[in-house]
Each structure stands twice: as C-alpha cells, then as structure tokens.
C-alpha cells in the first residue's frame, strides 16, 4: 500500500495494523506522519486495538458554514472525559501503586456500565439519555466498545491527548468527590432536620 492510500485511509477512519504492515517501517510512519501534520492532525497508535488512525491536533478554525461529519458536543466529551478516566487513568494508577508494592496488577480489561456513567454524571444526563444518544455515537466513532452489557475502551480513546485527558480525568474525580460530599452532608442535613420535627410532633 502507498503512502498515499495510507493516508487516506486514515483520514476517515481507523484501521488494524495488519491491514497496514508499511506502519511497521519507521520512515513510512514518519512520512505519514509529516503529511498529518500537513493537514493539521496527528497519527495516533492504540496498543489496546493494535490499530493506527488520524486524529485533529489542534483546534478547527472559525468556519460558520462549516459542517462536521462527525460532532463531538460538551456531552459526547464530558462521557469520554469519564470513560478515559475508569478505563485508562485508574487503571494505570492501580497497576502502580500494586507494582510499587512488589505486587502484579489485576489481569482482565477494564470496563465500565452504563450505570456507572449515570451514577457518575448524576445530575447532567439521565441514564436513558446516555443509553439511547451518547453511548451509541461514542461506539460509533470508535470511543467505546460494547461487549456483554459493559462498555470497554475504543481506539480512539487512545487517541486522547495523555497529559491533557490525565489532567481532565483528575479534575472530574474532584469534582465528583466534591459532589459525593455535599450530596452526603445535604442526607445528613436533611436527617437531623426530620428528626428535629420527629421530636417536635413527639413533645406535643
């Protein structure tokens, strides 16, 4: 295969590696990658999928006529956020604090439910929402695979920017720790405050 089919085939989608043996030469994925970056992406590797694919490196420039053929919004990046999270950055801590302690890590791939999703993105999309409009896409683009009613990671989850997916990953742990505790200490609340009543009725 040319160079220039690889390209092009790699611009509308992702592909196995096997498919693609001319990745295996170090100057055919350097040209590739030249020319990726020609056009404003960057070729990107999933070990997990053993799959190669182009991915935008940066942001698209103001086009009001412009029409994406596939459209990631706050809700589609907000469940990946959440998905690279328990599937990727988790994992990879889990794996090093038990190597750490001379342990081995966990055999088996990370996966996640929907229930899971919808538990930790209570309170900004509904669990049928997640089900029936974003999930869908996310498999369909490539972010997620379905696999006997658990989710498990694509290869373009692995086409994620690390540092910054690390970092977003962080800030949505926090951010849920954060909505843990206040949704723990309005139960609290709310228990002392029935109570109070409860005692209330109860002395007259």
């Known amino acids: 295969m040319t160079i220039e089919e690889i ?13 693609v043996p001319e990745l295996d030469d170090e100057a055919t994925r350097t040209e590739v990658q030249r020319r990726a970056d020609a056009v404003g992406q960057r070729l990107f590797y999933s070990s997990n999928a053993d799959t190669y694919g ?3 490196a940066g942001e698209l420039p103001d086009a009001p006529s ?12 907000a469940v990946i956020a959440v998905c690279w999270m328990h599937l990727r950055w988790l994992p ?13 890590p966990s055999p088996g791939e990370p996966s996640i439910t929907i229930d899971d999703l919808a538990y930790q993105l209570k309170g900004q999309m509904t669990k049928s929402h997640l089900d029936q409009k974003i999930v869908p896409h996310l ?3 490539g972010y997620l695979e379905a696999r006997d009613h658990r989710l498990y990671a694509g290869p373009m989850l692995d086409s994620l920017d690390e540092l910054k997916a690390t970092e977003l990953a ?7 720790k954060r909505v843990a505790h206040l949704r723990q200490r309005a139960d609290e609340i709310e228990r002392i405050r029935r109570s109070g009543e409860e005692d209330t009725r109860a002395s007259d």
Do not use: Q, Y
């Not at 962080?170 to 849920?176: A, K, T, V």
């Open 7 to 19: 390209c092009r085939l790699l611009s509308t989608g992702f592909v196995a590696s096997r498919d």
């Open 54 to 56: 182009f991915v935008m």
């Open 66 to 77: 412009h029409r994406p053929a596939i459209r990631l919004d706050r809700s589609h990046r």
């Open 92 to 104: 990879a801590e889990r794996a090093r604090l038990v190597e750490g302690n001379g342990h081995s």
């Open 139 to 141: 498999k369909h683009t």
């Open 170 to 176: 962080r800030e949505n742990m926090l951010r849920f």
